[in-house]
């Protein structure tokens, strides 16, 4: 049997098991499905009609709450990839701290298994949240003016986010030494979002927080799902998005490798 086939067998059998720890730890999911719901239904129905309102020449003819939830989704769509991208960064320590990696270490398995298994699963799981929240967004009034090749481009551009996001929740999660730090590390990327693009024009904000807004990475992100959702200018933020996404995977897949092979329990 080749490597690569042996690679293709064990990374098969870690993501069985991961898909198995989200079954049997059904609360964690509906916690991190959960809370991007909340957050578009508190924005559309308690913010949406006085948000909307300012959103002026960028509504397409719109008002009020009608304006924003086609607004807001880009952004609650990114906010639901950080959220279940956290939880891989948990479930990564946990396996790094509990012993699992030292059993795992006896057997005759493909080392960087293990991390894929946890990457595809979060994909997956990314994946469905996705589809969930565009089905609440599209129940409470979101009307997007994308074609097919729209939403393929959609599609692609949110999977490249969450493989990029999933990488830096795995070398995080290597990287703590507790499960605890592991939950609170990646916080900071559940906030990104609100302070981008995401929920508001960067327009709107003051000089130094619009600067910030402008030139951190989620923001050519929701900008590139915006434009192709709604029909609106993308300009530069697709070649940003990309940008950002590849060098993100690159350089934290090295990081994961790097982590994962000098852990003495790991060798």
Known sequence: MSTATYALRDSRTMLRRNLKHLLRYPSLTFMLLGMPVIFLLLFVYVFGGTLGSGLGGMSGGLTGRAAYVNYV??????????????????????????????????????????????????????????????????????????GVVEWLAVTGMLLLVTLALTWLAVASGLACKTVESASNVLMPLVLLPLLGSG?????????????????????????????????????????????????????????????????PSAR
């Open 199 to 263: 929920f508001v024009p960067t327009g709107s904000m003051p000089t130094g927080l619009r600067w910030f807004a402008e030139y951190q990475p989620f923001t050519p992100i929701m900008e590139t799902v915006r434009g192709l959702l709604m029909g609106t200018e993308i300009g530069s933020s697709a070649v940003q998005a990309i940008a950002w996404c590849l060098a993100t995977i690159v350089v934290c897949y090295v990081w994961a490798r790097a982590l994962f092979n000098r852990d």
């Open 73 to 146: 989704v880009p952004g609650i769509l990114v906010f639901t990839i950080t959220g279940v991208v956290q939880g891989t960064s948990v479930s990564v320590a946990m396996d790094m701290t509990e012993g699992i990696v030292a059993r795992f270490k006896t057997m005759a398995i493909f080392r960087a298994s293990m991390l894929t298994g946890h990457v595809v699963a979060t994909v997956i799981q990314a994946v469905i949240g996705l589809a969930f929240i565009i089905g609440i967004a599209l129940a409470i009034g979101f009307r997007p003016d994308a």
